[in-house]
């Protein structure tokens, strides 16, 4: 089954009937803010998202995608422009998402489709504190993010997600969101700047975060 919105094509089965149509129309709103962060006049083809009802088979493809097998938190990836999640009850299969709720899929959904979007603007992306603090800034996800708690190695390679967040928090809030854009188009600058912009927000005390991402919530 297939429910088309604006900027995407999300094929569901049987497993998330439940939350559909809610998460749908969230989504919906949600997703035409990413698409104008990235200032993309021009979306010529929808983002094809499938959420797949067995863990099992989101495994097998992703090894099939990436070449390796995923790790045990992994729920959702984006390649070639389309986005690859679980059903909820798969979902909550995945190591430390075991209480996640409906409104934690919205925004997992979120955070793959923000890669997808990010591969329209500029194919190749580039360190993790950009690419990780989009997604979860745009998400909605890991709102109450106050520091960096993590050296620079890790954050150009892989740390808590957190981390992210507050960094591309900080440095949208101090420089703006077009020499954001600048650093994504331009890899050159975004290698130069990266060490300077994370000793910075290092050194931060106050915490420079963005509100959750404004939705009902969903009783489940």
């Given amino acids: 089954m297939i429910k088309h919105l604006k900027y995407?094509?999300?094929?569901?089965?049987?497993?998330?009937?439940?939350?559909?149509?809610f998460i749908s129309k969230?989504?919906?709103e949600n997703s035409e803010k990413i698409v104008n962060f990235f200032e993309l006049d021009n979306y010529d083809e929808k983002?094809?998202?499938?959420?797949?009802?067995?863990?099992?088979?989101?495994?097998?493809?992703?090894?099939?995608?990436?070449?390796?097998?995923p790790r045990d938190w992994v729920c959702g990836f984006a390649i070639n422009k389309n986005v690859y999640t679980l059903t909820l009850?798969?979902?909550?299969?995945?190591?430390?998402?075991?209480?996640?709720?409906?409104?934690?899929?919205?925004?997992?959904?979120?955070?793959?489709?923000?890669h997808s979007v990010h591969m329209r603007r500029h194919s190749n992306i580039t360190?993790?504190?950009?690419?990780?603090?989009?997604?979860?800034y745009l998400s909605g996800q890991y709102e109450d993010s106050n520091?960096?708690?993590?050296?620079?190695?890790?954050?150009?390679?892989?740390?808590?997600?957190?981390?992210?967040r507050f960094m591309f928090d900080y440095v949208l809030k101090k420089y703006g969101k077009e020499?954001?854009?600048?650093?994504?188009d331009d890899e050159q600058l975004l290698e130069q700047e990266t060490k300077r912009l994370f000793e910075e927000t290092s050194n931060q005390?106050?915490?420079?975060?963005?509100?959750?991402l404004e939705t009902e919530k969903f009783k489940n």
């Fill in 147 to 164: 520091k960096i708690n993590c050296t620079y190695e890790e954050i150009i390679n892989y740390c808590a997600y957190s981390n992210y």
């Fill in 89 to 114: 009850n798969e979902y909550r299969k995945t190591r430390t998402h075991e209480n996640h709720n409906v409104n934690a899929l919205i925004k997992l959904i979120l955070h793959e489709f923000t």
């Fill in 26 to 28: 969230i989504i919906d």
């Fill in 47 to 69: 983002t094809y998202v499938k959420l797949f009802s067995s863990l099992e088979e989101f495994k097998k493809y992703y090894k099939e995608v990436h070449g390796k097998e």
């Fill in 179 to 184: 020499y954001i854009l600048k650093l994504i």
């Fill in 205 to 212: 005390k106050e915490m420079y975060v963005t509100p959750e």
């Fill in 8 to 21: 995407m094509d999300i094929e569901y089965t049987d497993s998330d009937l439940e939350y559909i149509d």
């Fill in 127 to 136: 360190f993790r504190w950009i690419s990780e603090g989009a997604a979860t």
